[in-house]
């Protein structure tokens, strides 16, 4: 598991076709830790963006799902930014 930023993650799916596997934290949070387990999403790029698949498979833009994750997870309390974790590279 390596830390990366949001340049760092765009970059990464850009060279993987098959997208790469991030985990998202509040940045207070450790990774694996027993508080918090992560959000894990698979990140793909669409027209020079970050794309997620939703439930319905279908490709929605990352940044809707980072507001989401950051509306309900991060606070004073655990964090006003997130961390994104790289777990796998697909492809």
Excluded at 25 to 42: C, D, I, L
Excluded at 45 to 50: E, T
Excluded at 61 to 72: H, W
Aim: charged share 25%; aromatic share 14%; with cysteine.
């Amino acid at each position: 598991m390596r830390k990366l930023t949001l340049a760092q993650v765009k970059a990464v799916a850009k060279k993987n076709p098959d997208g790469v596997i991030v985990e998202l934290y509040p940045s207070k949070f450790a990774p694996n830790g027993m508080w918090f387990t992560g959000y894990q999403v698979k990140v793909e790029v669409l027209k020079n963006q970050l794309a997620y698949r939703n439930s319905e498979d279908e490709l929605v833009d990352f940044e809707i799902l980072l507001g989401y994750f950051m509306n309900y997870n991060c606070n004073a309390e655990t964090g006003k930014r997130v961390h994104y974790y790289l777990i796998e590279e697909l492809g």
